[in-house]
């Protein structure tokens, strides 16, 4: 892989966001965009990413159910991923993003962060294992 990945975790209120080095190997969390009632100006501000880290592939996590069943949330995230797709000009893939948030928030908090740090913090860090669970699964497909 010679472009970078963004990782995206679409919340209700914000956006978490990743990024890869440029090798494909490591995810590292990046920011977060906190939503603006505006699709079109959220989704601007990932096209504003997509090109200052030069990415080749945005990957969108996809809230499945715990039993791996497409629910109202994972459909409104492919249809934003759709809707992203069409403004980004690069490839949207979206990965199996179940217990993310909930992974991030423990990592947080065993890090000492307080409740309002770790809310400011968890979804670029859901972000980061998002892209880092496809990052890892893309490598090992690659693997003789």
Do not use: C, F
């Amino acid at each position: 892989m010679t472009a970078r990945a963004l990782g995206i975790d679409l919340g209700e209120r914000r956006i978490g966001v990743a990024v890869s080095d440029s090798e494909g190997r490591l995810a590292t969390p990046l920011t977060v965009i906190k939503r603006t009632g505006s699709q079109n100006r959220d989704h601007q501000k990932i096209a504003e990413l997509v090109d200052e880290y030069e990415a080749g592939v945005v990957i969108v996590g996809l809230p499945l159910s715990l039993d791996g069943g497409t629910g109202p949330a994972a459909l409104g995230a492919e249809r934003e991923a759709r809707e992203l797709e069409s403004v980004l000009g690069v490839p949207v893939l979206t990965h199996d993003e179940r217990l993310t948030t909930v992974i991030a928030d423990r990592a947080l908090a065993e890090s000492g962060l307080s409740g309002k740090a770790r809310r400011r913090r968890v979804d670029m860090v859901a972000a980061s294992i998002i892209l880092q669970g496809w990052l890892d699964s893309t490598n090992s497909e690659a693997q003789p």
